[in-house]
C-alpha cells in the first residue's frame, strides 16, 4: 500500500514537469524561423527575423500563405544592440531554439571581424545553431523578406526539405551554422555556407555565377529565392565562391555527396561514389601534396575510351576545384584535419604554418569509373 | 539517524561519480589538455588507484584522515554545484537567480541523504544501468556527426599538459571516491579496479565528445556547455536525453560527495545527528559554491587535492592510531 501510495505521489510530480514558474504559453512567443544579418550603410548592424503568426491568417488575407510570416528588423552598434532592439520591437517573446536559417550578408561576411560576430551569434543563449548557415547576395533583409512558402504550408518544413534536396544533388553544402562557428575558431580546415540571391531576371549576376552546365540554368521558379553554391572562408570572414558545379565537385571530395551528375563531350552520365572517397596529405621535403582518390561507378552506356576520358576530365576539374581554393587561400575540403594527423602536439601543428603551404600544395587526383554491367 | 553505506551501493555511487567529474572538469571545466584529455584521464585513474587500494585494503579511520577526505569531499561538492546551478540557469534563460536554482539540487540531495547512504548507492546503481542506454541512443542517432580526425593532433596541448590534466584528474577522483573510505560491512575489496574503471569510462565519453567538436581555442564555460548539450548537431528531440545525461550525471556526483562530507563530518563529530550533519553538509556547500574563489579551485586547488589527501592518507597509516584502521574480513 505504502509503494502505491509513493508510486501515485510520483506519478502526480509530472505534472509539475511543466515548471513552477510563470508558464510559456506558445501564444506568447514569436519563434524566429529565419534570422538574417546586414551591415548598414551608417555601420550599423541590422537583425530581421521572420516569424510564423500563431494560427491561420484568413483567407485573401495573404497570397501563396506569406500573410502567414511577419518580418521583423532593428538595428543597434553591435550584436548585443541590435538584439536588444529587436526583442524590444518583437510584440512576444522571442524565441530563437527553432531557426532554421541563419543568413548573413555577403557584404558583412567579407568584413574583417566577421568571425566575431559569428561567435556572439552562436553564445546567443538558446540559439538553435543547428540551423543552417547562409550568406545571400545583397540585402539579408530582402532575402529574408522574398521567402515564401511555395510547395508546403510551413515555411520550416519549407526550408528544410528544400535546402536538403538541394544538398542530396551537391549544388550547395550541408552547411550548420554551428559548423561554421567551431570551424572559425579551430586549428583545423575553413568553413563552408551555402550561397544565396533573391530571385532575379536571369541575366542578373547572381545566376550568371551558376556555370554554364549547370541543370539550374534557365529554370523558372516561382520561389523568391536562389541557393546555387558555397561560399568560402579564410580566418574568419569570406573570401570567394563556388558555384553550384564546383560546390558539387567539393562536395564529391569532402564525400558528402552520393551520385552527381557529369557532362563529358556533349554527354550527360551519372556517376554515383563506390565506397569513400579518399583524401591524403603527404609532407615532402618543406612541401605537401595533396591527394584525392575517387571510385565511381555509372549505370549509362559508357565503353573503355569513354570512360578514360571521362575519368581525365573529372581529375581536371577536381584539380582546378581545388586549385580555386588554394587560390582564395580557403581549405573546404578537411585535408587539414588529415595533416594534422602527422603531428603530436598542437603546437607542432601551428608551427607546420599549414596555411603557406596549402597554397603552394601540389593536387593530385585519381579517378577511376567502372560500368557494372 | 547514522549516516552509513555498504560497500556494493558505494563502489556504484563512486563509479557515477567518477565518470562525472572528470568529464565535467576535461570537458567543460578545464579543458586545458584539448585532444589529450582522455589521456589525461587515464593517467588520474592509474595516479589514484594505489590511493583507492591503500583505502580499500587496510580502511584508515583517524581524524588525520577523515577530516581533511571530509573536507576536501566537501568543497569539491561545492564546485559540482556551481557547476549545476550555471548548468540551470543556462537552461533557465538566465532569468532566475543564482540562489534559486541552487536550492532545488540541493534539497534533493539533502532529501536523498535523509534516506541514507545506501539510497544514495543504489540510486547510482540504478543510474549506471540507465545512463548507458540514454548514452548508447544518443551516440547511436548522432553517429554520421563523429569525426576521428577532430582527435588529431592526438597528444593536444602536449604531454606536459596532460601529466598537469592527470594529477587534477587524480585530485577529483579522489574526491568522488570519498564515498568508498565509508562503508564498515564485512564486505570489502582491496583492489583499485574501479578507479581504473570510472577513469576509462571518463576517457571514453571524453573521446566522443571531441570527435563531435573541433579543438576550440577559446570559448567561455557557456559555450563549452552549449557545445555538449546540443553541439551544434543535435535535433531538438535529442537534446532532452543530453539534459538527462548531464544532470543526473551531475546529481548523482553531488550525492556522492555530499554523502562522504556530511557521514566524515557525523565520524568526527559523533554525537551529531546525521540528518543534521547532512543539512550542515549542504548548507556548507550551498554556501561555498557562492564564493566566487571557486572558480580558480577547477584550475588551481585541483592539482593539488591528490597529493594533500595522499600525504594525510598515509600520516594516518603511519601514525597507527587505535582505530586507525579496520582490516577487512574478506574480499570478493
Known amino acids: 500500500m505504502r509503494k502505491i501510495g509513493l508510486i501515485a505521489l510520483?506519478?502526480?510530480?509530472?505534472?509539475?514537469?511543466?515548471?513552477?514558474?510563470?508558464?510559456?504559453?506558445?501564444?506568447?512567443?514569436?519563434?524566429?524561423?529565419?534570422?538574417?544579418v546586414d551591415r548598414l550603410d551608417d555601420g550599423q548592424l541590422e537583425l530581421t527575423a521572420r516569424i510564423p503568426k500563431i494560427g491561420k491568417s484568413k483567407a485573401g488575407e495573404s497570397g501563396e500563405g506569406g500573410g502567414d510570416y511577419l518580418t521583423f528588423s532593428a538595428s543597434g552598434g553591435d550584436y548585443p544592440q541590435a538584439l536588444d532592439a529587436l526583442e524590444q520591437a518583437t510584440p512576444r517573446q522571442m524565441n530563437l531554439s527553432h531557426i532554421e536559417l541563419l543568413v548573413a550578408s555577403e557584404a558583412l561576411a567579407?568584413?574583417?571581424?566577421?568571425a566575431t560576430l559569428v561567435s556572439q551569434i552562436a553564445e546567443t543563449p538558446h540559439l538553435y545553431t543547428t540551423a543552417r548557415f547562409v550568406v545571400c547576395e545583397g540585402r539579408a533583409r530582402d532575402f529574408i523578406e522574398a521567402q515564401e512558402t511555395v510547395i508546403g504550408t510551413r515555411l520550416s518544413s519549407e526550408i528544410n526539405a528544400m535546402l536538403e534536396h538541394y544538398a542530396q544533388r551537391g549544388t550547395i553544402p550541408d552547411a550548420r551554422f554551428a559548423d561554421a562557428h567551431y570551424l572559425l575558431g579551430s586549428v583545423y580546415g575553413d568553413p563552408v555556407a551555402i550561397l544565396g540571391a533573391t530571385a532575379?531576371?536571369?541575366?542578373?549576376?547572381?545566376?550568371?555565377?551558376i556555370g554554364p552546365s549547370s541543370p539550374t540554368e534557365g529554370v523558372s521558379s516561382p520561389m523568391g529565392q536562389r541557393f546555387f553554391g558555397s561560399a568560402l572562408f579564410r580566418e574568419g570572414r569570406m573570401v570567394g565562391a563556388l558555384d553550384a558545379r564546383q560546390s558539387m565537385l567539393m562536395n564529391l571530395i569532402r564525400g558528402d555527396v552520393r551520385a552527381i551528375p557529369f557532362e563529358c563531350d556533349g554527354r550527360s552520365y551519372t556517376l554515383t561514389v563506390e565506397g569513400r572517397v579518399k583524401r591524403e596529405v603527404r609532407l615532402e621535403d618543406g612541401g605537401m601534396a595533396l591527394r584525392v582518390t575517387v571510385r565511381l561507378s555509372t549505370l549509362d552506356d559508357v565503353c573503355n575510351e569513354d570512360a578514360a576520358r571521362l575519368e581525365d576530365d573529372l581529375e581536371i576539374a577536381l584539380r582546378d576545384v581545388i586549385n580555386e581554393c588554394q587560390r582564395v587561400g580557403a581549405e573546404p575540403f578537411g585535408f587539414a584535419e588529415r595533416a594534422a594527423g602527422h603531428f603530436t602536439t598542437l603546437d607542432a601543428w601551428r608551427a607546420f604554418d599549414w596555411r603557406a603551404k596549402y597554397a603552394q600544395a601540389q593536387v593530385e587526383t585519381e579517378v577511376s569509373i567502372r560500368n557494372p554491367a | 539517524m547514522t549516516l552509513l553505506i555498504s560497500h556494493r551501493p558505494a563502489r556504484a555511487a563512486a563509479l557515477a561519480a567518477v565518470a562525472a567529474r572528470l568529464f565535467q572538469g576535461l570537458v567543460v571545466d578545464a579543458p586545458t589538455t584539448q585532444n589529450g584529455?582522455?589521456?589525461?584521464?587515464?593517467?588520474?585513474?592509474?595516479?589514484?588507484?594505489?590511493?583507492m587500494f591503500v583505502i580499500s585494503k587496510y580502511r584508515p579511520r583517524g581524524a588525520l584522515f577523515i577530516a581533511p577526505l571530509g573536507l576536501y569531499a566537501l568543497v569539491d561538492s561545492a564546485c559540482v554545484l556551481a557547476a549545476v546551478t550555471r548548468s540551470a540557469g543556462y537552461l533557465a534563460l538566465d532569468r532566475s537567480a543564482s540562489l534559486v536554482l541552487l536550492i532545488p539540487a540541493g534539497l534533493a540531495a539533502l532529501w536523498c541523504m535523509w534516506r541514507n547512504g545506501d539510497a544514495v548507492g543504489y540510486a547510482a546503481m540504478?543510474?549506471?544501468?540507465?545512463?548507458?542506454?540514454?548514452?548508447?541512443?544518443?551516440?547511436?542517432?548522432?553517429?554520421?556527426y563523429f569525426r576521428p580526425e577532430w582527435l588529431r593532433p592526438v597528444l593536444g596541448a602536449g604531454w606536459p599538459s596532460i601529466i598537469e590534466g592527470g594529477v587534477r584528474c587524480a585530485g577529483w577522483i579522489v574526491a568522488a571516491f570519498a564515498i568508498m573510505a565509508l562503508p564498515e560491512d564485512e564486505e570489502c575489496v582491496s583492489s583499485f579496479l574501479p578507479v581504473l574503471l570510472g577513469a576509462g569510462i571518463a576517457a571514453g565519453l571524453t573521446l566522443l565528445q571531441f570527435m563531435l567538436v573541433p579543438t576550440q581555442l577559446g570559448g567561455g564555460w557557456l559555450n563549452r556547455l552549449d557545445a555538449l548539450l546540443c553541439n551544434g548537431r543535435t535535433p531538438l528531440y535529442l537534446q532532452l536525453p543530453m539534459i538527462v545525461l548531464w544532470f543526473a550525471g551531475l546529481f548523482h556526483l553531488l550525492a556522492c560527495e555530499l554523502f562522504a562530507a556530511s557521514a566524515c563530518l557525523q565520524r568526527l563529530l559523533t554525537k551529531l545527528d546525521g540528518k543534521l550533519c547532512a543539512l550542515l553538509a549542504v548548507a556548507e556547500a550551498i554556501a561555498l559554491s557562492r564564493v566566487g574563489v571557486?572558480?580558480?579551485?577547477?584550475?588551481?586547488?585541483?592539482?593539488?587535492?591528490?597529493?594533500?589527501?595522499?600525504?594525510?592518507t598515509l600520516l594516518s597509516m603511519l601514525a597507527g592510531k587505535k582505530g586507525g584502521k579496520i582490516p577487512c574480513a574478506k574480499s570478493d
Open chain 2, 37 to 51: 584529455a582522455w589521456l589525461s584521464a587515464l593517467i588520474g585513474g592509474m595516479l589514484a588507484a594505489p590511493w
Open chain 2, 126 to 144: 540504478i543510474w549506471t544501468r540507465i545512463a548507458p542506454a540514454l548514452l548508447l541512443g544518443v551516440a547511436l542517432l548522432q553517429w554520421r
Open chain 1, 110 to 114: 567579407r568584413e574583417a571581424d566577421f
Open chain 2, 294 to 312: 571557486l572558480s580558480a579551485y577547477g584550475i588551481a586547488l585541483s592539482r593539488w587535492g591528490f597529493a594533500a589527501i595522499g600525504t594525510t
Open chain 1, 200 to 209: 532575379r531576371p536571369a541575366e542578373s549576376p547572381a545566376l550568371s555565377l
Open chain 1, 10 to 36: 510520483l506519478a502526480c510530480a509530472a505534472l509539475l514537469l511543466c515548471g513552477c514558474g510563470v508558464s510559456g504559453e506558445v501564444e506568447n512567443q514569436a519563434y524566429v524561423l529565419v534570422l538574417g
